[in-house]
């Protein structure tokens, strides 16, 4: 892995733009949640900026000026990070470095980069993290990233004479994205073979902006004791339990990494072989924290995100979470009328969790359906494949064939029909 630069004990400066169409109001949201994401990698805030803008420059993203004037305010403040709530092209970035090449200027894509790196685990989650940093960083890199060889281990050719560093560096960072991209397509096809497994059950994610309480909907409901924290990414991986909800209805449920406004295209990208389980969900539980004045906003972010995976047809239910944190009735009755197909729990509470039950189940039950077949005595084979993952209703003896009744999901039972002579 490359120098980091990652963000340790800083002080941070915000900065935030007022485009025209947004209000003073939603910036402040906005910066809200940069200060959280700032707080996460570990930084803390010591000011914000805003500025009314109807034009974005070019060079510098806000007005030169005012550019060179938050650079002094940083300087003052003793704060050597900038933080940019919009995303800043690699020639802005570059510009500022100009300006002072002692204070590290990031966007909100770059500090999110930040946490996943620190938070990453997992090969798979490591590897992605890489890969998503690599490629945001390529077009962004400048003098003060020269000198990768020695952390990169000498992966790459040496470079020719009269090359310069820079050039040396973008090879290197070339030759690892290619294998890191190789090395995902070898974890892809083990996910496969997995996944193949479980095609036959039904499957239900988790999804949800990050810190809405997903982890911890799904220790209500497994009981598996996964990481939970008062933190935006806690989560970096998928996990997946098996749920008995009743007799008849047991599906596979899964945890994964979570959402937030603006996440960097190539994290989204990268992430594939982790989201994958939400992208062969039969169904898609969309977690919401309903404390937060953004519940809406971040409906419409989790929506974006799902687009952009391709995810978006696949069935949902919205689920409210954390109904415990708002006293007044009122509030709760007026986000219920917003989203009112929306079962309203508090997972840390367990607090009406059998509404989420009562929800799978009504849409397990529209996937299901119930077939009468028969099997000669000979085709050993299918007689028993046709009996795995799905629920036998009965099973009849008679001189040449077994009949069966069975009731599973609707591509289950699809499967199983084309055994049928
Ligand atoms: N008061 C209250 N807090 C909750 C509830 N559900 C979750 N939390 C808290 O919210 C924080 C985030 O919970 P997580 O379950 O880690 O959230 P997540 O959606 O998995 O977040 P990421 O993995 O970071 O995307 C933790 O501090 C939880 O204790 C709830 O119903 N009520
Ligand atoms: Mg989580």
Sequence with gaps: MIEKREILDEKALLVGVIQPGLTEIIIDEHLDELELLAKTAGASVVGRITQKLSKINPSTFIGKGKAKQIIMQAKELDSKLILFDDELSPAQIKNYHHLSDEIKVLDRSGLILDIFQKHARSKEATTQVELAFLEYLLPRLTRQWTHLERQMGGIGTRAGMGETQI?????????????????????????????????????????????????????????????????????????VRKLNLDTSHTLLLSDTVGFIRKLPHNLVASFKSTLKEVLEADLILIVLDMSSPQVIDHMSTINKVLEEMGANNIQTVQVLNKVDLISDSNMINKIKRTFPDAVTISAKQHLKLRDVKTKIVEQMELNYSTVEIEFPYNNGKHIANAQEGVEVIERIYEKDVVKLKIRGNKSRINQILTWVD
């Design 167 to 239: 050039e040396i560096d973008r090879r290197l960072i070339r030759t690892r994205i290619t294998k890191l991209k190789k090395e995902l397509v070898k974890i892809e096809k083990e996910r496969l073979t997995q996944s193949l497994k479980r095609s036959s059950e039904y499957r239900v994610s988790l999804v949800g902006y990050t810190n809405a309480g997903k982890s911890t909907l799904f220790k209500s409901l497994t009981g598996a004791d996964v990481f939970i924290q008062n933190q935006l990414f806690a989560t970096l991986d998928t996990t």
